[in-house]
């Protein structure tokens, strides 16, 4: 089965800089990008079924096709950060811009696409509807997966009363099983899907064999979430919309039929208003679809390549 390559960046800051890792699908020369970037405490891998399942459909593209998937900084493979202020869509949007920097140099970029789910999709939002930024090509196809300029308080609240909680785990089951009770709004995964998703998301507390086991993420990711208060979500909201309407990418948005973070109202907004979204729904899905399902990757798949 193919399996992604790691790789590094190198990206500013204010305190000496930090490294951010991705793992690479795909022919590592291809000019046809998609760069796919995860949710708030989550990591790269979790894209490792729709990307093998775009290298696969896309094979048939001059060039073929190079799928990205990042660890944020704080979270996956990535450093963590000196200060935990960092932890907003200011740093995140630059480091995204140092790795497409990096991935042109590496192999010319014709093409680029983005698969954002929920944190990824806000930086997405604002890397393609920031006007000047110094992006190889314009984004051609952008993917909001259960995300959109406007986020229920409620769920704000509801994923800040666990994040930050890294925890210790026994095994991979254990931590898995733990995950599972926060994660049920995810929608139906087999035993087996959970498992694999749940892996890339723990580390070992030290290199001891019989260590036990933490989530992946640095704890202070959790620092800056935690001073949001509702007033400064409004606030928040304007900009998110005033980027929205920026875009010009061709955007499909995704959302779980039972989602508390992405509202009806906000995401019919989104397809008449900006780049007038698509929009998809799934049955039986709150916040948020983890595109492992197979009719979540063929939706995804078709707007991509279709």
């Known amino acids: 089965m193919t399996q992604p390559t790691l790789n590094y960046v190198n990206c500013p800051d204010a305190t000496g800089g930090h490294r951010m890792a991705y793992w690479q699908w795909g ?157 049920q709004s995810f929608g139906p995964h087999t035993p087996e899907q959970w498992l694999a998703l749940s892996r890339p998301m723990l580390k070992r507390v030290s290199d001891a064999a019989d260590a036990p086991w933490r989530l992946h993420y640095d704890p202070a990711i959790a620092v800056p979430f935690k001073q949001e208060t509702e007033e400064s979500a409004r606030q928040g909201e304007a900009m998110l919309w005033q980027l929205y309407d920026n875009i010009k990418a061709e955007t499909l948005v995704i959302r779980g039929k039972q989602s508390d973070l992405l509202s009806p109202q906000t995401a019919q907004a989104m397809t008449a208003r900006g780049p007038r979204a698509r929009l998809v729904e799934f049955e039986g899905v709150g916040h948020a679809p983890t595109l492992i399902a197979a009719d979540q990757v063929a939706a995804v798949a078709g707007f991509l390549l279709g």
């Open 27 to 183: 022919q590592a020369d291809s000019p046809n990008v998609v760069v796919c970037v995860h949710g708030l405490s989550r990591q790269g891998r979790d894209f490792d079924v729709l990307a093998r399942a775009l290298v696969e459909q896309g094979a048939g593209r001059p060039g073929g096709l190079r799928v990205v998937c990042v660890d944020v900084v704080g979270r996956g493979e990535s450093d963590w950060l000196k200060d935990p202020m960092g932890y907003q869509l200011r740093t995140y949007a630059g480091d995204m811009l140092a790795l497409m920097g990096q991935l042109h140099a590496q192999a010319p970029i014709t093409s680029l696409d983005w698969v954002g789910t929920s944190m990824g999709g806000l930086i997405g939002v604002a890397v393609c509807g920031t006007p000047g930024l110094p992006l190889p090509v314009p984004v051609r196809r952008l993917v909001l997966n259960d995300v959109g300029p406007a986020i229920q308080w409620q769920a704000i609240v509801r994923i800040g009363m666990y994040l930050g909680q890294a925890g210790h785990f026994g095994s991979v089951q254990q931590a898995a099983d733990a995950m599972w009770a926060i994660s």
